[in-house]
């Protein structure tokens, strides 16, 4: 029996290495893939607002598609992610009909939306799902230290929520 053989990875067959990604457009998806890590946003939803945030021009769905090497299915879900959260643009050119994408022009509108799609959602729900956490401590007859650690918890995510509203800039709807 012969020992199993160890594969180099091998470029995607059709793959031109234009289609490749630069060390530049590598180094920014990095960037981006750990601070959408931070905010709970998927990688591959990253990968491509990096890709567009890199590229001079505004790339096409193929496009996208060929650079990362992602699925269809990962490409059109992660496009519908970042138009939902107002971070891409739609963008028309004359004479071609496959849509482009592109950044918006404010990161920090995009990254403010995000905040306040994703963030603040997830802090509100966690209110009172930390109450009944407490409430469950409390009746199971949870040590006194276990109680504080869990009062504080559900009070930095009262002071977050009271907070996060007055550091962000106004919604333009109200």
């Keep these: 029996m012969k020992p199993p053989v160890k594969k180099t990875p091998v470029a995607r067959r059709g793959r031109r290495d234009s289609h490749r990604l ?3 457009e590598l180094e920014l998806g990095a960037f981006f893939v750990q601070m959408a890590g ?3 946003v998927p990688r591959s939803v990253a990968q491509i607002y990096a ?3 890199a590229a001079d021009v505004a790339l096409d769905f193929d496009q996208i598609q060929a650079k990362l090497g992602m699925s269809k ?3 059109s879900q992660g496009l519908k992610f970042l138009r939902d959260h107002e971070m ?3 963008v028309k ?3 071609v009909r496959r849509e482009r994408w592109e950044p918006t022009p404010s990161l920090a509108a995009s990254m403010v939306n995000l905040v306040r799609r994703q963030v603040l959602p997830a802090l509100e729900q966690s209110t009172p799902a930390l109450q009944r956490v407490l409430d469950g401590a409390q ?3 949870a040590s006194p230290e276990v109680l504080e650690r869990l009062t504080r918890l559900k009070r930095w ?3 977050a929520l009271e907070l996060f509203p007055l550091m962000l800039p106004p919604s333009p709807g109200g």
Excluded: C, F, M
């Design 38 to 40: 931070i905010l709970g």
């Design 157 to 159: 995510n009262a002071r």
């Design 139 to 141: 009746k199971a007859g």
């Design 51 to 53: 890709l567009l945030y």
């Design 88 to 90: 891409i643009l739609s």
């Design 22 to 24: 630069t060390p530049h």
């Design 73 to 75: 299915g990962s490409v």
């Design 93 to 95: 050119a004359k004479g």
